[in-house]
């Protein structure tokens, strides 16, 4: 969400809130730890913003889809869409090479936690999960033709 710009109008609460929704609903999982809720909680955040681009995408090609509530809170550029739906399609690439620094570049640029945070739920030393991270951002900027910008 820092990396939009300062006259966007998306709202993190909102987001927030469906992530929440979301996780509640989910009555099987019992959290090891608090990395481990937050981990879930960027994986979810993930794929509600994810979705929202899809949905995005779908109405700018006159899909006629009825919005989404979540669609009344939280607007994304048709840029930032287009770029979300670029990341996330690499970040699944690169998650099939390479698992856990898939998981590193989800938990870092969608969950938003530092580095000594995201070591915690792969159980990696910080100067691991910080290589990881790099080439993370090395290997998607490579796929996406560097469209990530300065925020990755």
Same mark, same amino acid.
């Given at each position: 969400?820092?990396?939009?710009?300062?006259?966007?109008?998306?709202?993190?609460?909102?987001?927030?809130?469906?992530?929440?929704?979301?996780?509640?609903?989910?009555?099987?999982?019992?959290?090891?730890?608090?990395?481990? /809720? /937050?981990?879930?909680?960027?994986?979810?955040?993930?794929?509600?913003?994810? =979705?929202?681009?899809?949905?995005?995408?779908?109405?700018?090609?006159?899909?006629?889809?009825? $919005?989404?509530?979540?669609? $009344?809170?939280?607007?994304?550029?048709?840029?930032? #869409?287009?770029?979300?739906?670029?990341?996330? =399609?690499?970040?699944?690439?690169?998650?099939? =090479?390479?698992?856990?620094?898939?998981?590193? /570049? $989800?938990?870092?640029?969608?969950?938003?936690?530092?580095?000594?945070? #995201?070591?915690?739920?792969?159980?990696?030393?910080?100067?691991?999960?910080?290589? =990881?991270?790099?080439?993370?951002?090395?290997?998607?900027?490579?796929?996406?033709?560097?469209?990530?910008?300065?925020?990755?």
């Amino acid at each position: 969400m820092r990396r939009e710009r300062p006259d966007h109008t998306l709202q993190t609460t909102a987001l927030v809130h469906e992530a929440y929704l979301r996780l509640v609903g989910q009555r099987n999982i019992r959290w090891q730890t608090r990395i481990h /809720f /937050f981990a879930a909680a960027a994986q979810v955040m993930r794929h509600i913003l994810v =979705d929202h681009a899809r949905g995005r995408r779908r109405a700018k090609r006159g899909d006629g889809m009825p $919005e989404l509530s979540l669609d $009344e809170a939280v607007v994304l550029s048709d840029q930032r #869409a287009d770029e979300l739906l670029a990341v996330n =399609d690499a970040l699944m690439s690169l998650t099939a =090479d390479d698992p856990r620094k898939g998981r590193v /570049f $989800e938990l870092r640029y969608f969950g938003g936690m530092s580095v000594d945070e #995201a070591a915690e739920a792969p159980k990696v030393s910080p100067a691991t999960l910080a290589r =990881d991270w790099r080439m993370a951002k090395s290997w998607l900027r490579r796929e996406m033709g560097d469209r990530l910008g300065d925020g990755a």
